[in-house]
């Protein structure tokens, strides 16, 4: 299963139920699986295995992004 989105917020926290927002914001591979979805492509085809080596760079390209978020932020 691939996610639509994926959303990440940074939090700074005062007491146990108190806390700033200080960022927040999401990232959306929704029309890149809708794309896929709709292919209705055997698994072994061409440019099935593009949309999926897409997905998957994309998605790594998102988790470097968040960790260059937690990087600045001191997370």
Aim: positive net charge; charged residues 25%; proline residues 1%.
């Amino acid at each position: 299963m691939n996610p639509n989105y994926i959303g990440w917020c940074i939090l700074d926290w005062k007491t146990e139920f108190q806390f700033n927002i200080v960022k927040t914001g999401i990232y959306s591979i929704k029309d890149l699986n809708d794309y896929d979805n709709n292919l209705k492509l055997a698994s072994n085809n061409k440019k099935k295995k593009h949309i999926n080596n897409k997905r998957k760079n994309l998605i790594l390209n998102i988790s470097k992004k968040l960790i260059n978020l937690c990087l600045y932020y001191k997370c």
